[in-house]
């Protein structure tokens, strides 16, 4: 059986706080596979940019990078706490432009400014020094919830997975969370609980964060796995040979929606055609109550050059017209269930939570 308590998580933790408090360290996904590369940040552009640019990605990990990113730039704001206010919501606001579909970058700023304003209601002369020190305990906190909230995900939804193939989609691993993963922490925990499954990784064009970086973590961890165009999957249920998928989200809504990687809603079509379980995991930081159904979530568009150009070769006309929505919304009639940290729901049991 998987360990669900943190303190005793060996694995991944790409987003961190140094130890001296100063920056925000980033295991940089652009790099991988060919590279480990860690990143020290302290500048609020260098942390915005680096959420712009998918150098930290998936929907929990970039709240945590938010979080920290915010405590992290307040320690080069002014002292006077005015002053402070106004450089503190600014930056905020500038790190809740960076990515619009992710709900959990919202929470973790909303946190951010609940732990704030609430101090200065019970006191209004707090010190800079102490407001910094809220919001730094604040960002570890919200780490430490999600790698909470990954561990005990993992061990609610391990016995829905059967053994047998396992399509997955995107990367919602370690990488993409504070560690452990959701859909991939699913996986992980049913592998290490001694299910015999075997993963089947969509490449999850355009920015390939399948190939990239799930292969990665399952080589790692040598979980058995099989890469495949994103075009393979229905093949692939039809010969028999995937029993359920399990993917991550970027947000839910009240109706049990789910937003996620763009290929996630055809990969659920397939499923149901094939009459295959469809399971989407998330700690409940992704559902957004406050949207009644997956037509609200705003659907980021992304540069036209991440479908025209692959690497570093063109493959396609420099000038054709491109479509690049990063993310779909798969309805919640194709779920089987939502897998949460407080257990696995239908998604018409969500609003009651
Ligand atoms: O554009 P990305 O790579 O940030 O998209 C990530 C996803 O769609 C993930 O599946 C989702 O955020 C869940 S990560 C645990």
């Not at 709900?103 to 020094?129: G, H, I, K, M, Y």
């Not at 809220?134 to 391990?158: F, N, S």
């Not at 789910?258 to 809603?265: D, E, Q, R, V």
Request: glycine letters at 8%; one cysteine or more.
């Amino acid at each position: 059986m998987f360990d669900t308590n943190p303190e005793n998580y060996q694995g991944l933790r790409p987003v961190q706080l140094r130890v001296d408090g100063r920056a925000l360290i980033l295991l940089d996904q652009r790099a991988l596979p060919a590279d480990e590369v860690w990143l020290e940040l302290s500048a609020l552009e260098d942390i915005a940019v680096a959420i712009e640019t998918l150098t930290v990605r998936g929907a929990p990990a970039i709240g945590c990078a938010a979080a920290i990113g915010l405590y992290v730039v307040s320690l080069g704001m002014p002292e006077t706490r005015a002053d402070f206010l106004v450089a503190l919501w600014a930056a905020s606001e500038r790190l809740a432009n960076t990515r619009p579909t992710a709900v959990n970058l919202f929470v973790a700023l909303e946190q951010q400014r609940v732990a704030v304003t609430e101090q200065l209601d019970r006191d209004p002369d707090t010190s800079v020094a102490r407001l910094r020190e809220i919001l730094r305990a604040t960002a570890e906190q919200h780490v430490r919830a999600d790698l909470r909230a990954c561990l005990e995900l993992g061990a609610h939804g391990a016995p829905k997975l059967p053994p047998g193939g396992i399509l997955t989609h995107c990367n919602t691993g370690a990488l993409a969370t504070a560690g452990h993963g959701t859909a991939l922490g699913v996986i992980r925990s049913a592998w290490a609980s001694g299910t015999k499954l075997h993963v089947f990784v969509d490449e999850t064009r355009p920015l390939l964060q399948g190939s990239r970086l799930t292969a990665w973590e399952l080589v790692h961890d040598q979980i058995p796995c099989s890469l495949i165009c994103d075009n393979m999957a229905g093949a692939m249920m039809a010969r028999g040979e995937i029993q359920a998928a399990i993917v991550g989200a970027d947000r839910i809504t009240r109706n049990g929606d789910a937003a996620n990687k763009i290929g996630t809603y055809t990969v659920a079509v397939l499923c149901k055609h094939h009459g295959i379980p469809f399971y989407v995991a998330a700690p409940v930081t992704t559902i957004d109550l406050s949207l009644a159904t997956g037509a609200e979530i705003p659907i980021e568009e992304r540069d036209a050059d991440e479908v025209r150009v692959h690497g570093a070769a063109l493959r396609a006309p420099a000038n054709v017209p491109v479509r690049n929505p990063a993310f779909d919304v798969t309805p919640a009639e194709l779920i089987t269930g939502i897998i949460t940290e407080r257990g696995v729901f239908t998604p018409a049991e969500l609003a009651g939570l």
